[in-house]
């Protein structure tokens, strides 16, 4: 190889090895910011599992919800399997206001008899609307994650804000299916439609 060859030989190995070290850096941040988002990921789920836990606390359903013999809170998560998954773990072994609680599983068109919270995540946001007409007037508490969950019907709405997740409740709603919302739990909303 003559020494003009040799130049453009070591040119094109530093170019290449300039492109590989951009695209090991970008790897790099892309994985960092993958890792980054599983973890706010597994996070809000574990504080949306702890609100679903804890709502059960702040809600008065009708005596007819629970019928003499079983005197549980069962959970109906749909479009949210790991969700579901961390709630279960959660609620193991715990009650609210001396119910024990139990989480099920649910797909679009499971029946809703027998839930008294129903949770319906974004994976069903498609056939929101739908869900939560099935249940109107249940005295089912229903909480959503959709831009528009409360004006579709839902009684609580999940929503991040400046990173944080938030809720908005719908008392009104809530009074339609013979539920009543605590005053604590209204003053700890971002937002009460229909202002109480």
Not at 37 to 50: F, H, N, Y
Not at 58 to 71: C, I, L
Not at 100 to 109: L, T
Not at 158 to 177: C, H, N, S, W
Request: aromatic share 6%.
């Amino acid at each position: 190889m003559n020494a003009r060859n040799d130049g453009r030989f070591s040119d094109a190995l530093g170019w290449w090895g300039m492109l590989a070290a951009c695209l090991f850096t970008l790897c790099m941040e892309s994985a960092a910011a993958v890792a980054q988002s599983t973890e706010r990921d597994v996070v809000e789920r574990q504080v949306k599992a702890a609100y679903l836990y804890k709502f059960g606390s702040y809600v008065e359903w009708p005596e007819r919800a629970f019928p003499q013999s079983d005197n549980t809170i069962k959970i109906g998560i749909i479009g949210a399997g790991p969700l579901a998954d961390e709630l279960t773990q959660m609620v193991a072994g715990r009650s609210i206001n001396g119910r024990q609680m139990s989480v099920r599983k649910m797909k679009p068109g499971d029946s809703h008899a027998g839930l008294h919270i129903l949770f319906i995540g974004s994976a069903s946001n498609d056939r929101l609307a739908e869900i939560l007409a099935a249940v109107k007037g249940s005295p089912v508490l229903t909480i959503t994650e959709a831009e528009d969950g409360l004006s579709l019907g839902a009684m609580i709405n999940f929503v991040i804000v400046d990173g944080k997740l938030r809720f908005e409740v719908a008392p009104r709603t809530a009074q339609q299916g013979n539920l009543s919302i605590s005053a604590r739990l209204l003053s700890a909303a971002l937002k009460v439609a229909g202002g109480g």
